[in-house]
Nanobody, 127 residues
Framework: QVQLVESGGGLVQAGGSLRLSCAAP????????MGWFRQAPGKEREFVAS??????????YYSDSVQGRFTISRDNAKNTVYLQMNGLKPEDTAVYYC??????????????????WGKGTLVTVSS
């Protein structure tokens, strides 16, 4: 069983920034696909960002709604994936989930193919 633990959520004003972290104690995800998803009240879980590795390095993908504002990255030495969120908007309010896929998936990875999930961290953006 793989454990993913998110942290870094909280309350922020519109235009502010937060950095989410996803730790995988004792596990290295350097060659797997890691993703961030979010779910707002009354809505379905949606893709936010993902990172996948190939011979040329990490490839990153973003949803249209966060492109240019959010950045996904990972520190393999710390077994941690990050989501830097800048220019936050009230519509970014949601529970954010970290997920891992045991294998590579290039592109905007759908939630249904992810193998492991964290419990989520709440991000609230006030107007």
């Amino acid at each position: 069983q793989v454990q993913l633990v998110e942290s870094g959520g909280g309350l922020v004003q519109a235009g502010g920034s937060l950095r989410l972290s996803c730790a995988a104690p004792g596990r290295t995800f350097s060659s797997e696909t890691m993703g961030w998803f979010r779910q707002a009240p009354g809505k379905e879980r949606e893709f936010v960002a993902s990172v996948s590795w190939n011979w040329s390095g990490d490839n990153t993908y973003y949803s249209d709604s966060v492109q240019g504002r959010f950045t996904i990255s990972r520190d393999n030495a710390k077994n941690t994936v990050y989501l830097q969120m800048n220019g936050l908007k009230p519509e970014d309010t949601a529970v954010y989930y970290c997920a891992a896929r045991m294998g590579t998936y290039f592109g905007r990875v759908p939630a249904r193919v992810m193998d492991y999930w964290g419990k989520g961290t709440l991000v609230t953006v006030s107007s």
